[in-house]
């Protein structure tokens, strides 16, 4: 059989197997729930949502004043007379007396004072908008227009103020060109009974109704405005994407990890493994529907939500990195709750990593380190590169594969039906990728694979420490980056070592580190060059990748840190692994801070 | 049913859970929130409110004027951390594009009292931080200046709103309502789903590892198998929930009624891990089941939010102490709900554990 036709033939056999099972009784009931959540949904837009009902307590002294807060659940108003509100004013958050507004004094009164003001806001406005004339109402209109800025990287770093530096004296010159700008016309260019209608519309707004329009875009109205109704732009606007777009395809991600854990359960894979098809052929074959059916997906989304189709660009390289970690963890979990708890534990982390960079997007180009950025830089209409297309998902392609490629040389019977802890099956999934005959090779190689996934760790804390205060948040990055270096080193000479004890002679643990140490230089300068260019000229880049400007010396510090832990190892043994971790990993740390401080000065 | 055997199946799947480990990653995976939490905290309150973030800033903005003369520059001069500069409109939108200044008004040529409404242009910079915080505080001098207008042509108007007088807010940042009416429900709720997944895993592994057989030939029958496990997975809500709301309380956030929220976490986490063990009983593999589970528990939770006094209600007010008696009765309710759902678990366990083994 060639490869593609058994491909094939694992995923129309993988396909109607989850039909089968799927099928018979979870397709009537899932469709029955389906039909309830269109009614529930329908009740609950009746009803609205009932989360805050009655945090407040308002006690007022006029029926007509009661009757401002009374479509808001979160007040609950007591109407009295004036005197005795006065005296159980405690009693109270909000007392109003004759016009007059009395708050307590705590954090809860003023957030209810905060709502009150809103809610008479609100009122104001409904009253204005009955009025014959529209304009005496409402005699202000603003057109709210955005400009494009984006800071480069550097800005922080030469002393630049992200926000605008003011000076009382005199305007500020623009540095930048200056175009000539026509002013806009003073005509209202919309109807008025348009305006009315869509004053209507707005009544009192639930701070969480904001997030139902992101998706569908702007009304009939265009950019005007009341200036009550001028809210926030929404800075997070992207979470929403997180959540039409990431969650679905997350997933369905599941169902092909459940799909591979369940070959291992009661070792049901096994009469797969004895067919002549191969490792390759099986995890592709089983992962192509899943992969189908999150591209159908996200073409449903994108269609649904009027986005171009181009955004399907950047999803494609996250499905595969979703499928890949799925195959992975569904591989090395011990049992269903372990499966439940790992995922749920890197979902967590690949949803921080998609989304919190997006946050700077249009702001900041460390932005483009998620794909997610291109996704909104695409539905903003600005649309993205094919350099940033390959800034942005080459390390997703680049732990992708390189994860399929784990899980298809350790998909065999001994792997696959062992009943380890997850830590010494992870060990052994790497164990697997070092030969026997030419361990120093295979050391070398791990290295250079290793360093996608360092990036992607490096990406991650320097997204976390980015917005702590500068000194502090680059002494941060130097030891985790350090950290996290040290450890990608050493799996390979932990593994060797656990599954070769005798292997670990002073010999080859010198040998074993300049591969090592050889590996790591090598993936790191070509990934370097592939990618991050931009990032890696700023200040934290010179944090991260400290190790470029000159050659022999990272490479004498990637050896001296793999000999430090091997040493550890060799000496003491096992346990003492993770003292050995910490030693070279403050002797990179300093290193690092060495040359840091040089770069300072 | 003999407690006895309830508990020995409740241990050793407690037991189980702590020598796999798993719970080392709920651990870090709470660490690392906790690592997120300066951001989640801005950044979540800019969610739920974006007026919030205003109090976050303490320096002065500048912002760019052009076109004709008006009553708003007035409204400007008010203020001290706006900085308004007379600009060439051209010239001022070139300034905030290289972020000189942090947002422009142009304002026509429009008398006060003319028949139409006055059309002022604000410009600012796209999805930034910074251009929400001048939103909110050139949203303030804009509605001064509409309040200005309103008096110019009040003789225009016929209906006029009741007057109230606000005291000063002082402005700045409020957690209270995120806090307390959205973060404290979702923490407490958080432990209870997760043990609802829990209890399916630990059902389904049973049927689809096949260890059904060896645990069936012990005194223990099949339904006490299943109260164990609901059991273990029962004890976890409390303790998560509670260990919230301690965090919480580090972190200076008092939570009146602490004992009463457990108590309504508690009734609520059984209800749900009683739905899981019930799906995961009746589909034996937890694909199916985690599904249509997932998606039973979008429904209950839409409809239960939908509902006035719903528990989740009953934890903000009893949060911020505005809950009176009526509290007990709805945890009647729910515990009345259980408890017919629990009754149904135990019934449908014991007609599987009575059937042929074969059928099982």
Partial sequence: ?601 | MNTRNIGLVAKKELLGLSSEKTIVFAILLQVFIAMFSSFLMVGLTAMYDPEAIEGYSTVAYGVGYAGADSALIGEFEKRDDLILHRMDLSQALAALRDRKVSAVVYVPETPPDAEGPVMVTLYLIQNDLQSSVINVKVKEVLQGYEKELREVRADRMTAFPVELNFPDSGGGENFFEFVYGLLIPLLVLLPAIVSAALIIDLITEEYQRRTLETLMSTPVTFAEMVWGKVAACEVLVPVQAGAWLLLLGFNGIAVDNAAAILLHASAGGLFLILLGALVALHYRERTSAQFIFSTALVVVFLLVMAVPYNPLNLMVRLAVDTVGPVHWLILALVAGATALLGWGVTAYARRVGEATPEAR
């Fill in chain 1, 1 to 601: 059989m060639s490869l593609a036709s058994s491909i094939r033939t694992i995923a129309v056999w993988e396909m109607n197997r989850s039909m089968t099972t799927m099928g018979r009784s979870v397709l009537p009931l899932a469709a029955g729930l389906l039909v309830l959540l269109l009614l529930v949904t329908a009740f609950a837009a009746e009803s609205g949502v009932h989360m805050q009902d009655g945090m407040y307590r308002i006690g007022v002294d006029d029926p007509e004043v009661a009757r401002i807060v009374a479509p808001d659940g979160r007040f609950t108003a007591y109407l009295d007379n004036g005197a005795a509100l006065w005296e159980n004013r405690f009693a109270y958050d909000i007392v109003i007396l004759q016009g007059e507004v009395y708050a307590a004094d705590t954090d809860k009164g003023r957030a209810a004072l905060k709502t009150l003001e809103r809610d008479y806001e609100g009122y104001v406005s409904y009253v204005a908008a009955g009025e014959p004339d529209l304009f005496a109402a409402y005699p202000l209109w603003i057109d709210l227009q955005y400009v494009k800025s984006e800071i480069d990287f550097l800005a922080t770093q030469s002393g630049q103020q992200v926000g605008a530096p003011t000076d009382a004296g005199r305007p500020p010159a623009p540095s930048g060109p200056v175009e000539a700008v026509t002013p806009p016309a003073s005509a209202m260019p919309v109807s008025e009974e348009t305006l009315r209608e869509h004053l209507a519309d707005t009544g009192n707004n639930h701070p969480l109704e904001r997030y139902t329009g992101v998706i569908s875009g702007g009304s009939a109205m265009g950019d005007f405005r009341t200036p009550s109704e001028l809210s926030a732009p929404l800075p997070f606007d992207a979470i929403i994407l997180v959540f039409v777009f990431i969650f679905p395809l997350y997933f369905t991600s599941q169902f092909f990890m459940m799909s591979v854990m369940n070959e291992r359960v009661g070792r049901a894979g096994e009469a797969l493994l004895s067919t002549p098809v191969g490792p390759a052929a099986i995890i592709v074959g089983k992962a192509l529907p899943y992969f189908t059916i999150m591209i159908l997906i996200a073409v449903a989304i994108t269609l649904f939500a009027g986005a171009p189709m181009t955004i399907l660009l950047p999803l494609v390289p996250v499905i595969l990195f979703f499928l890949a970690n799925a195959l992975i963890i569904g591989m090395a979990s011990r049992s269903f709750k372990e499966l439940s708890f790992v995922s749920i534990f890197f979902s967590t982390l690949a949803t921080s990593y998609l989304f919190f960079p997006t946050v700077f997007a249009n702001t900041h180009v460390i932005s483009i380190i998620s794909p997610l950025t291109l996704v909104v830089l695409d539905i903003q209409g600005d649309g993205f590169t094919a350099m940033e297309f390959v800034y942005s998902t080459a390390l997703f392609f680049a732990t992708s594969i390189i994860l399929f490629y784990v899980g298809i040389t350790n998909f065999r019977e001994e792997r696959l039906f062992s009943q380890k802890p997850l830590t010494s099956r992870l060990a052994d999934f790497v164990s697997a990728g070092i030969s026997r005959d030419h361990p120093h090779i295979s050391l070398f190689l791990l290295a250079g694979f290793t360093i996608p996934f360092v990036f992607m760790a490096q990406m991650l804390t320097l997204v976390l420490f980015f917005n702590i205060p500068m000194p502090l948040s680059l002494v941060l990055l130097t030891v985790s980056a350090a950290f996290i270096e040290e450890f990608a080193k050493s799996i390979g000479l932990y593994a060797v070592a656990r599954e070769r004890p005798g292997f670990l002679t002073p010999k080859n643990l010198l040998l074993g580190a300049v591969a090592i140490g050889f590996g790591f230089l090598v993936g790191e300068k070509l990934l370097l060059f592939a990618t991050l260019a931009q990032i890696t000229e700023s200040i934290f880049g010179s944090v991260l990748f400290l190790s470029l400007q000159v050659l022999w010396m990272p490479l004498l510090l990637h050896i001296a840190g793999v000999l430090i832990t091997g040493t550890f190892l060799l000496l003491w043994g096992r346990r003492a692994y993770l003292p050995g971790l910490v030693a070279a990993c403050v002797v990179h740390s300093l290193y690092n801070l060495y040359f840091l401080l040089g770069a300072l000065q």
